[in-house]
């Protein structure tokens, strides 16, 4: 058991940290979104799921997605497993 913790010390000692999204990333993403879909409930989910599933780099990129801009080509799988992932979350009966 000590060899699994020294093990999973290890790794997150030689992966950088990711930083979460901030506090006012979340509130952009609940804004944007309630722009769009005005629903309180799911909108709030999303902002809460979003600071959970994904970095504050990529909040940055699913901010901008959400008014209109482009995914990057090569963002589009992680992108794609984000929305689903969140729609799991926060969308559980579609």
């Known amino acids: 058991m000590k060899f699994v913790a020294g093990?999973?010390?290890l790794a997150l000692m030689t992966?950088?940290?990711?930083?979460?999204?901030?506090?006012?990333q979340k509130a952009e993403f609940h804004a944007v979104c309630m722009g769009i879909a005005q629903d309180e409930t799911l909108c709030s989910c999303k902002?809460?799921?979003?600071?959970?599933?994904i970095d504050e780099r990529f909040m940055a990129m699913v901010?901008?997605?959400?008014?209109g801009g482009s995914v990057p080509q090569?963002?589009?799988?992680a992108y794609n497993t984000y929305v689903a992932?969140?729609?799991?979350?926060c969308k559980?009966?579609?």
């Open 74 to 77: 090569d963002q589009y799988s």
């Open 15 to 24: 992966v950088p940290a990711l930083a979460a999204p901030t506090a006012e």
């Open 63 to 67: 901010i901008a997605a959400m008014q």
């Open 47 to 53: 902002a809460d799921a979003a600071m959970t599933l």
């Open 7 to 9: 093990l999973a010390a």
């Open 92 to 94: 559980p009966n579609y």
């Open 85 to 89: 992932k969140s729609n799991q979350i």
